[in-house]
């Protein structure tokens, strides 16, 4: 079993920045691949980055060159940097765990962290 706690959301103003983390507890967390999703009002939760074990990353074409996700396995934790916010980027974000290979599949996930929410008012 997994427990996911995301903490780092927050007000931000366009163009700004932002740095969400997730703490996992459990001793398998390494093995894990690590996802970021977000959900906005009215819409289907979707893809935003993901980290393999071993540093592959993948980043959804839409937030990519602005977010990077990121890992430290030492202190189980995952985070997103994201930088020149937009508004479109208004949502509750949510981290994922699976212990196979990245997916942007939300389906695929077993566990889930209960979101922070991240508002970018222009």
């Known amino acids: 079993q997994v427990q996911l706690v995301e903490s780092g959301g927050g007000l931000v103003q366009v163009g700004g920045s932002l740095r969400l983390s997730c703490t996992a507890s459990?001793?398998?967390?390494?093995?894990?691949?690590m996802g970021w999703f977000r959900q906005a009002p009215g819409k289907e939760r979707e893809f935003v980055a993901a980290?393999?074990?071993?540093?592959?990353?993948y980043h959804a074409d839409s937030v990519k060159g602005r977010f990077t996700i990121s890992r430290d396995n030492t202190k189980n934790t995952v985070y997103l940097q994201m930088n020149s916010l937009k508004p479109e980027d208004t949502a509750v974000y949510y981290c994922?765990?699976?212990?196979?290979?990245?997916?942007?599949?939300?389906?695929?996930?077993?566990?889930w962290g209960q979101g922070t929410q991240v508002t970018v008012s222009s």
């Open positions: 459990g001793r398998t967390f390494s093995s894990y691949t």
């Open positions: 994922a765990a699976r212990a196979s290979r990245i997916s942007d599949l939300t389906r695929l996930y077993d566990y």
């Open positions: 980290s393999r074990w071993n540093g592959i990353r």
